[in-house]
């Protein structure tokens, strides 16, 4: 009885197997796959921005498998790993993706000071490293093997201010920004540089607190300068307070404000409501662009997730097609050889054009949009 | 731009004032240097902004909230001062069980309302300005200088009118002479917390009203500003709190219009200083000479 029954288990687990066999998709096919690493934060308080990326990648994946997934035919599958948002966490993920899984590229960190802790890590060990929403400056200064895709702020603004330069006419600006905060004093310095190589004028210069409360003194000043436009970086509060301000002064409508990346929050006209109209940001990407990759990256995005994409899932999107192109370009699952290729690499994504700097940065910033908040939302600019 | 910068410096200066002549009552009545007044701003916003998400109009939620703070500022100064007064303990006592309860106060607040910039409902009051001869003036900006106007008067009068007004004053000349003339100390400083707990609460309304940004932290940096105030105008010096309170506001305006706004937080505390070196009773302040 008892062999009977051990034979009958024996013949089960052999059925099963054999039908998880014959039932493995049909596009996998029997070549091993091509298994990358990426460590992002999927779990803890950040883990918003991970879940986009991871879901952006996964996206992109069905995709590139779709059509036959790289090397002529080997399946692509990513190995994922969870940092918690903790650097130690990180560096624990990327020692065991290297060492015992032997993935020949990682995709992330989520964080900027993530990659910080990774990043030499993963350059050491000579093993390309692409993190697709670290912005802070430095990160590709770590070393050879380490790239982003994600474009820094400082990509960003020149664009905005081109924009309103040239099809706004604007040519003397009021700056305000936060001079208690590094992230809004940082884009200060760019908009600063980047006003002068525009070579438009910049009539005052006024600072305030991160926490002020009352803008009213500045806000006259320039008012009585009469600029074209308001040039202003802050963080969410401040932004929309001075906003308030703004119209509550009386400033007219046709004076706008040109905002950084502090001001690229769906907050910012929610509680601004109409005093926001008309404020322009520039944004690396927007769901409302029109081109058919982006729609159609944003209606299959819908319907997988049921959510609505954002610029990390975009960004993540268009890093993997790239990814996928260059290790079919290095013709081998070689670390060395996928780090050659990805320097040449090109790629037209949701994102716009893109390709790489020497110093293995985003080349190409034509895929900037440039958006204006409206009716308590962001739309893209049109003049 | 003047006339703009001057009627901005104007309104700001009369809340500031407001919030001082709070702070400066309860030094110049109870000797206390009350640091939980700046909570008592943060905490009269908070309760007015409640007030009006649920449905009460402005105009009842002002007195309602004033009032409530008040009350509570009652209970507050009666458990940690109290005691205090009776040990006759010195001014750095009061100083520092004030400053620990204010810790306690605010960490409490933030735990429970977090650090959000919360605002009125947009209902509340028009956020339109009104323009006359070339300047802006907002409802908000009238109802401050309106009603900063109306609590003056009220608290003169009752301070100079009425027999409780008096034994006030009487308290805070000489509190030993007071006793003895059966002032009951105790339900004067009621009177004074109760007082300066409303007015903390009202400047704290009106001025999240003005600049629609309403947090549990604002009463902190509120409470250096009315540090310079009722020091420039006298400790405990009603009269010169009003000033001084209008002063500073018209100041800050002034120099962040005509030389730099990050000089603007700076002028009140170079006030400070100056004060505190060449007139250190303040700008009408008589010279206090210490008999042994």
Redesign the interface.
């Known amino acids: 009885m008892a062999f009977f029954v051990r034979s009958f288990y024996v013949a089960a687990c052999s059925a099963l197997a054999l039908s998880a066999w014959s039932h493995s998709p049909a596009y996998a096919q029997t070549q091993e796959p091509v298994t990358i690493g990426a460590i992002e934060v999927l779990s803890g308080p950040n883990n918003k921005y991970g879940i986009a990326i991871r879901n952006g990648f996964d996206l992109a994946l069905e995709d590139v498998n779709k059509a036959g997934g790289v090397l002529g035919g080997r399946p692509l599958a990513i190995a994922y790993e969870d940092s918690a948002g903790n650097k130690d966490q990180a560096i624990n993920a990327a020692r065991q993706l290297i060492g015992s899984q032997k993935v020949p590229l990682i995709l992330g960190p989520t964080l900027s000071n993530e990659m910080f802790a990774v990043g030499p890590i993963a350059n050491e060990r000579k093993i390309p490293i692409i993190g697709t929403s670290t912005t802070a400056n430095g990160i590709t200064a770590i070393g050879p093997y380490v790239f982003r895709t994600s474009l820094p702020e400082a990509a960003v603004i020149p664009v905005t201010l081109q924009t309103a330069r040239d099809r706004l006419g604007v040519k003397k600006v009021a700056v305000m920004y936060g001079?208690d905060d590094a992230f809004t004093k940082s884009a200060y310095d760019v908009m600063k540089d980047a006003l002068a190589k525009l070579g438009m004028e910049t009539i005052a210069t006024?600072?305030?607190?991160g926490?002020d409360?009352?803008f009213?003194?500045?806000l006259?000043?320039i008012?009585?300068l009469k600029p074209d436009a308001i040039v202003v970086s802050a963080l969410v509060?401040a932004g929309a307070?001075i906003l308030?301000?703004k119209?509550?002064?009386?400033i007219p409508s046709s004076i706008r404000v040109i905002g950084g990346n502090g001001l690229n929050s769906p907050q910012v006209p929610n509680?601004a409501?109409d005093a926001a109209d008309g404020t322009l940001v520039g944004s690396p990407w927007f769901i409302g662009k029109a081109d058919d990759a982006n729609k159609k990256f944003v209606s299959s995005y819908r319907a997988k997730y049921n959510a609505d994409p954002d610029q990390f899932a975009a960004q993540a999107y268009d890093t993997l097609f790239l990814v996928a192109k260059a290790i079919t370009a290095a013709g081998e699952v070689n670390s060395d050889k996928i780090r050659d290729a990805l320097t040449k690499a090109t790629y037209q994504g949701v994102m716009g054009s893109f390709s790489f700097t020497a110093d293995r940065d985003p080349a190409d910033t034509s895929g900037v949009v440039v958006i204006e908040m409206k009716s308590g939302g962001f739309q893209i600019f049109k003049p | 731009?003047l006339g703009?910068?001057l009627l901005?410096?104007l309104a700001?200066g009369a809340a500031y004032a407001l919030f001082a002549l709070g702070f400066t009552l309860i030094f110049g009545v109870m000797r206390v240097i009350n640091l939980t007044y700046g909570v008592y701003y943060s905490s009269g916003a908070l309760l007015a902004l409640w007030l009006t998400q649920n449905g009460v109009s402005l105009l009842l939620a002002l007195p309602l909230a004033s009032c409530a703070i008040g009350l509570i500022a009652v209970g507050v100064d009666f458990i940690l001062l109290t005691r205090l007064q009776r040990a006759r303990a010195p001014e750095l006592a009061s100083l520092m069980v004030t400053l620990g309860a204010t810790l306690l106060l605010y960490s409490v607040a933030n735990t429970w309302l977090g650090t959000?910039?919360r605002?009125f409902p947009?209902s509340v009051i028009p956020?339109?300005?009104f323009?006359i001869f070339g300047l802006?003036i907002?409802l908000s900006q009238i109802l401050i200088m309106v009603l900063v106007v109306v609590v003056v008067m009220s608290l003169s009068l009752f301070l100079n009118a009425t027999r409780a007004g008096l034994a006030l004053r009487a308290l805070a000349q000489n509190p030993d002479a007071a006793r003895l003339m059966g002032v009951r100390v105790d339900v004067m400083t009621a009177y004074v917390s109760f007082i300066s707990g409303s007015l903390g609460a009202l400047a704290g309304i009106l001025?999240g009203l003005?600049?629609?940004?309403i947090q549990p932290?604002?009463g902190e940096?509120m409470m250096l500003k009315g540090f310079a105030v009722i020091i420039l105008g006298g400790l405990g010096d009603v009269r010169g709190a009003l000033i001084a309170g209008v002063l500073i506001g018209v100041l800050?305006?002034m120099?962040?219009?005509y030389m730099?706004?990050?000089l603007?937080?700076a002028i009140g505390f170079v006030l400070l200083v100056l004060t505190l070196w060449i007139r250190p009773s303040g700008l009408f302040g008589q010279i206090q000479i210490k008999r042994a």
């Open positions: 001079n006024e600072t305030f607190g926490k409360t009352d009213s003194a500045q006259t000043k008012a009585a509060e307070g308030l301000a119209k509550q002064m009386g509680v409501g | 731009m703009q910068q901005n410096g700001a959000n910039v605002r947009p956020s339109a300005s323009e802006y907002t001025l003005n600049y629609n940004a932290y604002m940096s800050e305006a120099v962040a219009g730099s706004s990050s603007k937080e």
